[in-house]
């Protein structure tokens, strides 16, 4: 059993900057892959980034090269930096758990609660 909670979400203007946290609990966190999600009113959930147990990490086109996704398996943290947000970024943000990157959201096993994200224009 994984635990997560996210943290560091806020309001910020178009061009700033936010990092997201996710904390995790159980002793086994090095070994699962950790996904950034997020899901903005009427929309469906959507892939943001995940990164493997290796330090391998994929984005979703509508934020490669703005976002990076980071995880520290000493502290069982997984970190999400957002630099040039966007109006459209706005969403509560995720992160997930499972064995095996994915960017699929029906093959995360554990979810965070979220944390809000506004980008105003």
């Known amino acids: 059993q994984v635990q997560l909670v996210e943290s560091g979400g806020g309001l910020v203007q178009a061009g700033g900057s936010l990092r997201l946290s996710c904390a995790a609990s159980?002793?086994?966190?090095?070994?699962?892959?950790m996904g950034w999600f997020r899901q903005a009113p009427g929309k469906d959930r959507e892939f943001v980034a995940v990164i493997g147990w290796s330090g391998d990490n994929t984005y979703g086109d509508s934020v490669k090269g703005r976002f990076t996704i980071s995880r520290d398996n000493a502290k069982n943290t997984v970190s999400l930096q957002m630099a040039s947000l966007k109006p459209e970024d706005t969403a509560v943000y995720y992160c997930?758990?499972?064995?095996?990157?994915?960017?699929?959201?029906?093959?995360?096993?554990?979810w965070g609660q979220g944390t809000q994200v506004t980008v105003s224009s």
């Open positions: 997930a758990a499972r064995y095996g990157s994915s960017r699929l959201t029906v093959e995360y096993d554990y």
């Open positions: 159980g002793r086994t966190f090095r070994r699962y892959a």
